[in-house]
């Protein structure tokens, strides 16, 4: 699809503002992220070796959604590269760990897999704290699970800065629908991604499609973030220049390598 690659992602290390613009990014075409693109001040900071503390800051991911959606099954697809048909609920919690590396700087996320059903939910939400991006999963086959999307995104919010959390939505398990069945749940999501300021993909574990990509672009999206926030406390933005934080999904770039052996540069 000709997304250059100089984002990877580092082998696993083990088990493991809501942007102020964020929301104008619905589909895949849009969500690719080119070198040329990512944000002036990012790469020049990147290169200036001038993104601080950074590169030794995990960002934590929060996965939500009803049971059953696909939550566990997305990460480990990412992840692990696996897939598992059988039905296992998540008991509470779960997390991965994931070491990239963007624009030569070293940048992890932190997945964590939550319990979709409701006798697991309690434990679940107390480590919904701390999350510096919230994906919201549902089934494109199952119209009630996106409409309970709004119940995830104001438990995540409780125990998180509104302000400062970024958000995906994500509907998952595409290959079973047809190109009329999605379409139709498709124009529905984008409107609740919209109303809600998320950005909204569509995926399936099954097969991976678009499983890499998302993961790419949460990672560029929340280390573009953290590295403008570096460079406002340390007041290396210029003075009165505009900065956009994903208004402008092409002005984000992201790419990994899934393995080491698959590296690009
Ligand atoms: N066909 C298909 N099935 C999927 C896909 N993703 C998940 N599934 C199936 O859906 C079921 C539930 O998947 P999980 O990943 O365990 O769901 P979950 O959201 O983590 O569930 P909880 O932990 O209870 O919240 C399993 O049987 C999976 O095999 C997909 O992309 N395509």
Known sequence: MGFQVNLHRADRAGPGARGAGLGSCFTKEAAVHTKGDFNN????????????TVGFKISKVIVVGDLAVGKTCLINRFCKDTFDKN??????????????????????????????????????STYYRGAQVVIIA????????????????????????PTAVQLFLVGTKKDLSSPAQYSRIEEDAIKIASEIRAEYWAVSSLTGENVREFFFRVASVAFETNVLAELEKSGSRQIGEVVRIGSNPSNLYATSKKKQSACCQ
């Open 41 to 52: 001040q990012v790469r020049t900071a990147c290169q200036e070796q001038r993104t601080g």
């Open 87 to 124: 039905y296992k609920a998540t008991i509470g919690v779960d997390f991965e760990m994931e070491r990239f590396e963007v624009l030569g700087v070293p940048f992890s996320l932190q997945l964590w897999d939550t319990a979709g059903q409701e006798r697991f939910k309690c434990i679940a």
């Open 138 to 161: 549902f089934d494109v086959n199952d119209v009630a699970s996106l409409g309970h999307v709004r119940q995830w995104l104001e438990d995540a919010l409780k125990e998180n800065d």
